[in-house]
Every structure is written in C-alpha cells, then in structure tokens.
C-alpha cells in the first residue's frame, strides 16, 4: 500500500486529505501535528470517510517522523499562526515558519525519507527552497504548491468572464506564490485561439486583462477577510499534485521549482510550468517570454534568492546553488 505522510492536519491538512479521499488516493496516510489529540480526532474522523466509502481502503493514523522512513509522499502544511491573528502578506510567517521548515526538514531526512516532499507552508518558495537547503534532497523530489492556486484562479476569472470552462483554457501564472506573481498573457490559448482572438472580438479589453494579475493576487485576501483562512483551493491541489506524482501522469502544472541554469538567478525556487510524475519534476525548454514578463520575472526572482539567502544565512546554512 502506498504510504502518505501530512505534517499538519490543521484546516489546509485536512482539506488535502479530505481531497485525496475523494479523488480514489488510495493510502495509509500518518498524520503527524504538534496538538496530538487534534490529529487523533481528525484520523479518527477520516477514518469514518473512509468507512462510508464504496471499496476505500485507505487508513488514517497519527504516528511520528520515524514512520516516515518508507512513505513515498510527504506533504507538509504546518505553520505558525499570523501574530495578529489575520495574513496581510505571506512573508509575515517568514521567520518563524523558516525556523519551523528547519527542523521540520532535519527531523524528515533523519527518519530516512527517500520519496517527494510537497511543500505548502507560506511564503511557499522559500520554505521549499530552506527545506531543500537544509535537507540536500534531490531538487526533483522537492515541489513547492507554487502558482498553481494562482493558475486556477486566473483560469476561473478567466472563463467567467468568456463564459467556457477553466479547464478549457491552457495557461499558467508563473513566478512567486503570492505578491511577486505574473501572467504570461502571450502564452495562453482558448481553443486553438489565443487572447489576441479574443481581443479582437471584444469579449476581453486589454484594460480588464491588466486588471486580472491584481485580481488573482488579492483573491486570498478577499477569501481570507471573509472566512480566516484559504483551505478548500489549496487542498484539492495538493491532492492534484498528489495524484499526478502517484499516477506518474507526466502532466505539466505550475509549481515551485529550482530554476535550472537557462534563467537567471537558478537554484531558487519559483514557479515554472514542470512535467510531473513518479520521480518528481522535469523541466520544459525555456519559456520565451515577452520582453516586459521577463524582465519582471527576473526582477522577481532576484528578490527570492536575496531573501532566501538572508534566510539561511540567519538559520546558519550555507546557501549552495544545485546547478
């Protein structure tokens, strides 16, 4: 059977593995939290899921990071909680969370961990790009969420407004899991048509087009002000990537990723579309991108690796580029 590890099993944990329920991930997942009883009760509430479900056998137990010598998959979504109690800006867990992604990371690799780390702790790329510092494990088996919220939620705004399902449209925001993000408009087809046709034809203007990177931005924030905490989108897409890694699918998602050598500021990591499957990530070509986007995405990514320089270096570890 295959074996799943969540370290967190708090309103994003739980929704990952609620998602992996229903999408037929079928595993003995460990579920391992700081508040042990919280985690007893949410297995055993899983468990009653998974009763009630036609030939699931899947299991839910707490256990520790010893039990995680063989698992295959190890998603990790703890964190400490914002200091006034509501997130205006992912990187206020910065410290403390790269504190928390430290030991988190030690504890993984002395257990003897071998699978592939899904990352989701917040600021997302630079946890994964600590957890992969501190750990050494190969880059291609380290995977931050990255955009792929943000890629959801474009496509979402996107066929509201055209009126087509997301999944017909082909795109990805690329960049930073948060205020660093950019869509590369040049990239995205409909169809066989891309959003020039739709310009064209008026159902987009280019004033609503530069309006949708902020409004994929500030949708956390919109979530987070009505309800305290984005959980039900993140989940499901862990559970995607989750599925796709098991499946070895081979399917191209937008995720945080080292950057190899082709782009500037490599062995960061930041959000790239990458072919995903049983052995962890594969890079595609370069992407070609307009001047103005790349310019922006070097921009950013310059940031990323400054920070999380900084970071090691006040966690006392020697950043060292992979490529």
């Known amino acids: 059977m295959t074996k799943i590890g969540i370290i967190g099993v708090g309103a994003v944990g739980s929704a990952y593995l609620y998602a992996s329920l229903n999408k037929s991930i079928e595993a003995d997942y460990i579920l391992i939290d700081a508040f042990a009883d919280y985690a007893k009760a949410q297995a055993k509430d899983l468990n009653d899921a998974a009763a009630s479900m036609n030939n699931c056998g899947s ?32 990187l206020e867990l910065l410290t403390d969370n790269a504190k928390l992604m430290q030991e988190i990371g030690n504890k993984i690799k002395a257990a003897g961990f071998k699978g592939i780390t899904i990352i989701a702790s917040n600021p997302v790329d630079i946890m994964a790009s600590v957890y992969q510092q501190v750990t050494k ?70 004033e609503w087009l530069e309006g949708l990177n902020q409004k994929v931005k500030n949708e956390a924030f919109e979530i987070i002000s009505g309800k305290g905490i984005t959980n039900f989108g993140i989940g499901e897409n862990l559970a995607e990537i989750t599925h796709a890694i098991l499946a070895d699918r081979q399917s191209v998602y937008s995720l945080g990723v080292e ?58 570890v020697k950043y060292e580029d992979n490529n």
Not at 79 to 86: E, L, N
Not at 160 to 174: L, R, W
Not at 182 to 197: A, E, V
Not at 262 to 283: A, C, Q, S, T, W
């Open 59 to 90: 299991t839910f137990k707490t256990g520790d990071y010893n039990d995680l010598s063989d698992a295959d998959v190890v998603v990790i979504t703890a964190s400490v909680k914002p200091k006034d109690g509501a997130l205006k800006d992912r």
């Open 137 to 206: 494990f190969d880059s291609s088996k380290v995977i931050s969420s990255g955009t792929i919220l943000e890629t959801a939620r474009m496509k979402k705004f996107l066929s509201e407004k055209i009126n087509v399902k997301a999944s017909s449209i082909t795109g990805f925001v690329i960049g930073e899991h948060g205020a660093r993000c950019l869509i590369p408009f040049s990239k995205m087809r409909i169809g066989l048509g891309s959003l020039k046709d739709w310009l064209a034809n008026g159902m987009v203007t280019q």
């Open 259 to 316: 950057l190899p050598k082709e782009y500037k500021n490599h062995g960061v990591y930041f959000g790239l579309p990458v072919i995903l499957g049983r052995n962890g990530y594969r890079h595609l070509p370069k992407i070609r991108l307009e001047e103005n986007e790349q310019e922006m995405f070097d921009s950013y990514s310059a940031e990323m690796k400054n920070t999380v320089i900084e970071v090691l270096n006040n966690l006392g």
